[in-house]
């Protein structure tokens, strides 16, 4: 016997993976100081973490000298594809904020 209902059970999923979504994008504009010898522009940036991290398990080779970061790579690979879309339609209402920071001149 099935205490939770199929749609309670889709609620609570939804409810658990929406915190997830368009963190690269919020990753990438709050932490850029730790990108920015990574990525030369901060404009888009979650869009490119997540392509990164999609890429990853194509550009590593299972059993290498990287199999730890192959397999890491392979786990966060289907959050990166959801979260892609939606750190793309964050990214496209913070471009104003990212233009705005990318035109300060940097400090040291």
């Not at 690269?24 to 990164?52: C, H, M, P, Q, W």
């Amino acid at each position: 016997m099935c205490l939770l209902s199929p749609e309670f059970k889709m609620a609570l999923g939804c409810l658990l993976v929406a915190p997830l979504m368009g963190c690269a994008s919020l990753l990438g504009n709050l932490s850029y100081s730790e990108f920015e010898r990574d990525i030369e522009s901060r404009v888009y940036i979650g869009t490119k973490i997540d392509g990164t991290f999609l890429a990853s398990p194509f550009l590593l080779e299972p059993g290498g000298e990287g199999h730890q970061s192959y397999a890491l790579s392979l786990l966060i690979w289907p959050f990166a594809l959801v979260d892609l879309p939606l750190s793309f339609v964050l990214d496209t209402v913070l471009l104003p904020y990212t233009l705005n920071a990318e035109s300060k001149p940097k400090t040291k």
